[in-house]
């Protein structure tokens, strides 16, 4: 698995390098903006490469070579899910850094991971529909992925987020209104589900897959 991500890390790299740097751009910007974000964009973006590697695939015909290696099929999957992991983490830094820095709120900085893990978890969803559906139709697969991303983010944020937000008339007060928080916990476990359900039914396509 190790030379898989390898592979897949050196073909985006350069990618993953701006997109990085933008990252950072964009979470302190949002920390003072809109904090509950903080964590939510740096994922999205660093994903964003990653994402654009699956698209190259059918013509270099990469996953012919990894169908023979040992554990290959596995090892593949798993080096997408390691990319969405290493994500999170680093969006999951940055954005508590941000936040801490312009709030110092450790409650606040909780609520924008939840918010970042949710929406990877449903953002993951476009492996497994990817690896179903071929790499000719990820187009199509972003955008309906997307689509449903938005409107989970966007459900929560003004249903839950900014109703509290003008309650309490700042961000910070936001993690004392109760429906806010369960909506927020909720919708990152959602996530967590999803991201795991994305996984494993990513395995089993890909193991089943005819090449």
């Given amino acids: 698995m190790k030379g898989i991500f390898l592979?897949?890390?050196?073909a985006t790299k350069k990618q993953f390098i701006i997109y990085f740097i933008i990252s950072i751009?964009?979470?302190?910007?949002?920390?003072?903006?809109?904090?509950?974000?903080?964590?939510f964009l740096p994922m999205m973006f660093l994903l964003s490469p990653v994402s654009d590697n699956i698209k190259q695939e059918k013509e270099s015909?990469?996953?012919?070579y990894v169908a023979t290696l040992p554990n290959g099929r596995k090892g593949y999957v798993n080096s997408y899910f390691t990319f969405v992991i290493i994500s999170v983490i680093i969006g999951l830094i940055l954005g508590m850094i941000a936040i801490l820095v312009m709030h110092q709120s450790i409650g606040l900085a909780?609520?924008?991971?939840?918010?970042?893990?949710g929406?990877?978890?449903?953002?993951?969803?476009i492996f497994p529909f990817t690896f179903k559906f071929g790499?000719?139709?990820s187009n199509s697969i972003l955008i309906i992925v997307t689509i449903i991303l938005m409107i989970a983010f966007f459900g929560v944020y003004f249903l839950t987020i900014q109703p509290a937000f003008i309650r309490a008339e700042s961000f910070t007060g936001v993690v004392h209104d109760t429906t806010a928080l369960i909506s927020v916990?909720?919708?990152?476990?959602?996530?967590?589900?999803?991201?795991?359900a994305s996984y494993f039914f990513s395995l089993s396509i890909i193991k089943k897959q005819e090449l």
């Avoid at 751009?25 to 964590?39: D, G, L, R």
């Avoid at 015909?61 to 012919?64: G, I, T």
């Fill in 135 to 137: 790499p000719e139709n």
């Fill in 110 to 117: 909780l609520l924008a991971i939840l918010f970042g893990i």
């Fill in 7 to 10: 592979t897949n890390f050196y």
């Fill in 25 to 39: 751009v964009a979470t302190f910007v949002f920390s003072f903006i809109n904090p509950v974000m903080s964590c």
């Fill in 61 to 64: 015909h990469w996953m012919h």
């Fill in 185 to 196: 916990i909720g919708f990152g476990i959602v996530g967590i589900i999803v991201l795991l």
């Fill in 119 to 125: 929406s990877v978890g449903i953002y993951s969803l």
